[in-house]
């Protein structure tokens, strides 16, 4: 079939979509609305689904009807969540009067009695309770206004997943699937780590200030030899603070942020892995400036071998063309950000592509100091002083920034493990006694450090090799 002859198809897809109005607000009404809604997505999903081959301008016509399709499918889907929950509220609030109204007429029917006139109960009730009356009036204004605004953002946040829908539904040699699944791993900007809320790693916060943060607001100051670099590698001990830097980049950025792992970018059908990884360079590039942060990146770009699965090596091999082939640009905005406990087991190949290596060390004595005072300022009835922080920080030596977490939950029990059942079960919360030193000296019996020395050692070794210093 000719592709004049898909055209009256699409066009019927969006009449379906975009020439519903809303009569009323009945159930009824509302379920009709529904059904054609649903039916309109349907027409425009057919119509996506036809590939576009020749040119000329019935092809350039049917492109851009396939473009207005994809817009009119997220609207429509939005439409419909909204129907759909409007339907389930006005249903439950009819069951609900339904059974207060029966309620009451078997009361009157039990007492003899008849209800009151509605007027006399109209007016008793006004000239009982005015206040209340404004008052109602005015929740229910500050309700509708809150609405409104909840409303306004969460439109906000449609039409950008929209825009962003748009800008990778026709991306070259990319099926839209693949893209939307990667989509589907964007971290969305709001309230989470700040560089200031992670003690320590001023090294670590100051190279992802100049790769990432500095380009953002001042980008024409750094292109040519300036630009920023594409790989960044975080490694060191477990438990540091490696993810925690990830997040704050993903909060303080402007860049597009997609938190990728292996379970995103594997897939028990053959071929499909490497799909996925084409598909996640060319989103970023797409979104840019983006930043695409992979933790324990050693289980997908580990060292190659003879007897490795083939799926895997096609995996890494797409990995590492489009991190850095000839697909890639020098211009271009994208920041790969890999996180490792073990960076010795990663691929020569991959390890070149991160230019830039951080090591994330254990927490020297102002750091656990640092990472103390934070810990405790959210206990009320704590009352160290410098002095008991210098001194825990000096015995913390070789304890993470996740073991000494651990061990200020374990020594906040202690307070408690002094009372008895019975006490537990009446005490006041602000009676229990503060939390103080020996505490944590007690609870250093069974929190022990989770690295040995010679495990810090390799990374000291190896960073000294491969790391910045």
Not at 388 to 402: F, H, K, V
């Amino acid at each position: 079939m000719c592709l004049v002859g898909f055209l009256p198809l699409i066009k019927g897809g969006i009449f379906y979509a975009v020439s519903i109005k809303q009569s009323n607000n009945c159930i009824k009404d509302e379920e009709k609305v529904l059904a054609e809604y649903t039916k309109g997505v349907k027409e425009l999903e057919k119509g996506i689904e036809i590939c576009l081959v020749g040119s000329g301008q019935d092809y350039d016509r049917a492109r851009k009807l396939q473009d207005k399709m994809s817009s009119n499918i997220a609207h429509a889907k939005g439409r419909i969540h909204a129907l759909t929950k409007s339907i389930e509220e006005k249903k439950s609030q009819q069951t609900k009067d339904n059974r207060n109204s029966r309620s009451n007429q078997n009361g009157n029917k039990a007492t003899g009695n008849k209800a009151p006139p509605q007027l006399k109960k109209d007016v008793t009730r006004s000239n009982s309770f005015p206040i209340s009356h404004d008052k109602s009036k005015k929740d229910s204004q500050y309700k509708s206004n809150k609405v409104s605004q909840q409303m306004s953002n969460k439109n906000k946040d449609e039409e950008m997943a929209v825009n962003q829908v748009n800008k990778v539904s026709h991306l070259k040699n990319v099926d839209s699937k693949h893209a939307n699944l990667i989509l589907n791993e964007i971290i969305e900007k709001g309230r989470g780590v700040s560089f200031d809320d992670i003690g320590g790693m001023n090294n670590a916060k100051q190279i992802l200030e100049e790769i990432v943060i500095l380009p953002a607001l001042r980008p024409e100051l750094f292109t040519g030899l300036r630009a920023p670099a594409r790989g960044l590698l975080l490694f060191g001990p477990p438990g540091n603070g490696k993810t925690l830097l990830a997040k704050a980049v993903a909060t303080q950025s402007k860049a597009t942020f997609f938190n990728i792992s292996a379970a995103t970018l594997t897939s028990k059908w053959v071929g499909e892995g490497e799909k996925m990884v084409k598909a996640m360079f060319a989103t970023a590039r797409e979104l840019q400036p983006s930043i695409v942060f992979i933790d324990e990146v050693d289980s997908l770009l580990c060292e190659r071998k003879e007897n490795e699965n083939e799926a895997t090596r096609r995996i890494k091999t797409e990995f590492l063309v489009g991190f850095d082939g000839v697909i890639s640009d020098a211009n271009e905005r994208i920041l790969i950000m890999g996180a490792t406990n073990r960076p010795w087991e990663l691929d020569d190949a991959a390890l070149r592509r991160f230019v830039k290596r951080v090591q994330v060390p254990l927490p020297d004595v102002n750091t656990r100091k640092d990472i103390l005072k934070k810990l405790l300022s959210k206990e009320s009835n704590c009352c160290f002083t410098e002095k008991d922080y210098d001194e825990l920080a000096r015995i913390t030596e070789n304890y993470s920034g996740s073991d000494i977490a651990a061990l200020a939950r374990d020594a906040a029990l202690m307070p408690v493990r002094e009372l008895k059942v019975e006490q537990i079960k009446t005490v006041d919360p602000s009676k229990v006694r503060g939390l103080k030193l020996n505490d944590f000296i007690s609870a250093m019996k069974t929190i022990r450090p989770s690295m040995s020395v010679e495990s810090l050692s390799k990374f000291d070794e190896w960073n000294s090799k491969f790391g910045v210093i």
